[in-house]
């Protein structure tokens, strides 16, 4: 497991040092985990995430595998970083000042399926439109614009809700 300071110095290459404290003061899921779901959030890719924490891939994907079981989510990656930024315990990124684009009902449909886990096959424009790498890194973005939260009901369906999505656009 990575040490703590290496951790810190990683997450400082992506993160603001109030940012950094506050991963490094949370006590939900080991330090190395919230930092891998971090740099995945901020577009890394796995491999890529292994190559800055110096770790296997191997290593990475147990993490991951790990931080779904204990947040009850899916080992999908955007649906992984929603998860962990809903936990009261995990840090969420701070609300950008930017204003959020205007997203397509089509669009809206695909950020839900991410969020629920769910491969769609409409995700490069909503990609394009919030300037992600990756579905994990639009996710982040959503928090980060305010078009998703813990309480964002026009994109998270409530708790009983039934567990269908509509079709994926195009």
């Known amino acids: 497991m990575p040490h703590a300071a290496w951790c810190s110095a990683v997450l400082a ?3 603001s040092p109030g940012e950094v404290q506050a991963m490094e003061a949370a006590r939900f899921i080991s330090f190395p985990h919230r930092t891998v779901i971090t740099l995945i959030a901020h577009g890394r890719t796995a491999p890529e ?22 947040l009850e989510s899916s080992r999908r990656m955007p649906a ?42 409409g995700s490069g424009t909503l990609l394009s439109k919030l300037n992600a790498r990756t579905p ?3 996710i982040h973005l959503a928090w ?4 998703l939260s ?21």
């Open 136 to 138: 994990a890194h639009a």
């Open 49 to 70: 995430t292994a190559e800055a924490l110096q770790l296997k891939p191997s290593t990475i994907r147990s993490y991951l595998a790990t931080a779904a079981r204990m």
């Open 13 to 15: 290459r992506v993160l």
């Open 144 to 147: 980060q614009l305010g078009l």
């Open 80 to 121: 992984l970083v929603h998860a962990a930024y809903s936990h009261p315990s995990f840090p969420a990124p701070p609300r950008s000042e930017e204003c959020a684009p205007k997203l397509s009902p089509g669009e809206r449909i695909v950020l839900l399926h991410h969020v629920r886990g769910r491969p769609c096959p």
């Open 150 to 170: 813990e309480r964002s009901p026009s994109v998270r369906p409530p708790p009983d809700s039934p567990p269908c999505l509509p079709p994926c656009p195009g």
